[in-house]
């Protein structure tokens, strides 16, 4: 069974250039993550969705970044522009709705590492 | 603000002793996760814990959720080179926009030295 699926895994880029990541969650899950990983700030939550639908983006770092989930099976997270200071690895997760989040299990996927020159 | 304080960051060991990493906060958190992330992989999830006190073993790792949910720790004993990682702390707090979120600790780096 596949897990959380991410694209592409190494991302090098310029300043000023859009860049997309793509996540495919796991097949019936509801609720997808995109977090942040930095040696400076940890793991950082960005976005999520339930059922497709953004709940909580107050972790978004500002408008040059923007989420969707289209449908059940695919998400992006697109930065425009990007500067270098985006550079990080970008995780995705997925997890099942059951009752309640608080002890579902998120399976993250391997990530994207970002480097904006 | 770090809401959830790791320590130590780092900890390098030799095989066969035994480790205590901690995770501390003074937020109050409905449930609490330990996950282990290796190199070039996302982190994966090892134990949830939910009640006060409560304590969960995982072969040679002990999980303890604190009496007032705001602190865990985890420990490990006969540390094998296989248990290398980084280990992360993540809770979860209910209500409001919070619902669902977790929130992570910085990590701890571990070394097992053969």
């Known amino acids: 069974d596949a897990g959380v699926i991410q694209s592409p895994r190494h991302e090098v880029t310029e300043m000023g250039q859009e860049v997309t990541l793509r996540c495919k969650p796991i097949?019936?899950?509801?609720?997808l993550f995109w977090y942040r990983q930095t040696m400076m700030r940890g793991l950082e939550l960005l976005i999520y969705?339930?059922?497709?639908?953004?709940?909580?983006d107050s972790g978004m770092p500002e408008d040059r970044f923007s989420a969707k989930m289209p449908n059940a099976s695919f998400s992006t997270l697109k930065i425009q522009p990007s500067e270098p200071r985006d550079s990080a690895v970008y995780f995705c997760a997925s997890s099942p709705i059951a009752g309640t989040l608080l002890k579902e299990t998120q399976y993250f996927g391997p990530g994207t590492r970002l480097l904006v020159l | 603000t770090q809401l959830l304080e790791q320590s130590p960051q780092f900890l390098s060991i030799q095989e066969g002793e035994n480790l205590t990493v901690y995770c501390n906060s003074s937020s109050v958190f409905s449930s609490l996760q330990w996950y282990r992330q290796e190199p070039g992989e996302g982190p994966v999830l090892l134990v949830t814990v939910v009640t006060g006190g409560e304590v969960k073993k995982l072969k040679r790792l002990t999980f303890q959720f604190g009496d007032a949910r705001k602190d865990s720790s985890l420990h490990i004993t006969a540390a094998q080179p296989g248990d290398t990682g980084l280990y992360l702390c993540a809770g979860a707090r209910a209500g409001g926009t919070s619902y669902g979120k977790l929130t992570f600790g910085q990590g701890t780096i571990l070394t097992v030295h053969p």
């Open positions: 969705f339930n059922n497709n639908v953004p709940i909580d």
């Open positions: 097949s019936g899950h509801n609720s």
